[in-house]
């Protein structure tokens, strides 16, 4: 069973910048892909970006895409969400998840394990 523990998220002012991290048991960290997803109220949980198992390959969704970065420590079993130029329509549950390959994906049903999320709220 893999764990993962969301943790950087908070209120931030329109324009600033959070970092989410993600902690991951387990021992074949790397051998995996890992993704963040958001979901906002009354929303349904939406891809944002993916990562490689060894962190080469990295993808995002157009609404992040400039602005969000993703990355991964596979000797701290830990992936990464760098936000900057944050946006009030950026406030959501942002939530990790561990693929079912090593090969990144932006389908949740390619993901097999997720945290419990944690918020981030942008204020204007």
């Known amino acids: 069973q893999v764990q993962l523990v969301e943790s950087g998220g908070g209120l931030v002012q329109a324009g600033g910048s959070l970092r989410l991290s993600c902690a991951a048991s387990g021992r074949t960290f790397s051998l995996y892909a890992m993704g963040w997803f958001r979901q906002a109220p009354e929303k349904e949980r939406e891809y944002i970006a993916s990562i490689g198992g060894s962190g080469s390959s990295t993808y995002y969704a157009d609404s992040v895409k400039g602005r969000f970065t993703i990355s991964r420590d596979n000797a701290k079993n830990t992936v990464y969400l760098q936000m900057n130029s944050l946006k009030p329509e950026d406030t959501a549950v942002y939530y990790c998840?561990?693929?079912?390959?090593?090969?990144?994906?932006?389908?949740?049903?390619?993901?097999?394990?997720w945290g419990q999320g944690t918020q981030v709220t942008v204020s204007s």
């Open positions: 998840a561990k693929a079912k390959t090593m090969w990144p994906r932006n389908s949740m049903r390619d993901y097999e394990y």
